[in-house]
């Protein structure tokens, strides 16, 4: 099999051996002579399996150990409610800073719950660029700070992390995390839905500092309290085993690769070398301001938008696939996650140059 270049923002292309073992272990896991999807949650074999993930996460981002690493269901979108319902902890408003689409939304849902106070916003420049901290309005009182470190759609990224003080820092990290190393113990809290650079839909990741748990507002639904999940080891109800199980295969493939640091460097490159085949040509660009630019999503524009049709058909020809950009934006964009490798990226380069020096 040609296997092409998947440049979906998400789900997103998966590391082909990855991919390959699920196949191998999908019938008969281990000589269980079960499949993952047929096995109790609490049974011995999937909790070797959790066990493991669980582990090589923490391995992986030197999570410490007065953080929780919870494995739920309900995508990103629901932690944009379940922040508010169980970080409010009686405080007056909590703090939000808006770099685009995704920070809109968690903003929207945060004001179902407490008053919103927004700290910073780019949206006067067209979310071009991040606000710099000392521009930042922030309450000493909040209940937290809640921020988007990478921008899917407008290809935005946070290249530091802000500075919060005592008031907990809550991070959207869906579609960075695992991009490079972090240093957890900045956060009160970080959530990533799986199908960026993690693994299936399906699957919600949270690591949640374990002070600012067991407070939840009172009418938070029992399935939705960050204590009673961790309390119950992500199990308090059946959790999504089979994406759970192929998540521990990427952390796995990852720790092979070198784990995060060696990402950190691949990435860095992938996408510097992306940045400037677009900057080097006068028909593609990239509006965001360079130190605030994404490594994992790249939206660009052709200089002539009649001819986005015909670059996305000559791409998916030449095996680059998912091109089209956020129809909130138009023109193209390339996420080039953990899994999708530097062959990749070059790949789509030579098209690029190719299609410019054919048609432009
Ligand atoms: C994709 C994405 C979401 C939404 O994730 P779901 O799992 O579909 O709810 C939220 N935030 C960011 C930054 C994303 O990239």
Redesign the pocket.
Known sequence: MNRPFNFS??PATLPLPVLERAQAELVDWNGSGMSVMEMSHRGKEFTSIAEKAEADLRSLLSIPDNYRVLFLQG????QFAMVPMNLHRGRPSADYVNTGV?SK?AIGEGARFLDVSIAASAEANGFTDIPAQDSWTLNADAAYVHY?P???IGGVEFGWIPDTGDVPLVA?M??TILSRPLDVSRFGLIYA?A??NVGP?GL?LVFVRDDLMGDAAPRTPTQFDYKVLSDHGSMANTPPTLAWYLAGLVFDWLLAQGGVTAMAEINQRKADKLYAAIDASDFYANPVAKDARSWMNIPFTLADAERDTEFLSGAAEAGLFSLKGHRSVGGMRASIYNAMPESGVDALIQYMSEFERDKA
């Open positions: 923002a998400g995508g990103a979108s629901s995704w939304k988007t990478n921008e899917t959207d869906s579609s839905g199908q960026k839909s919600t």
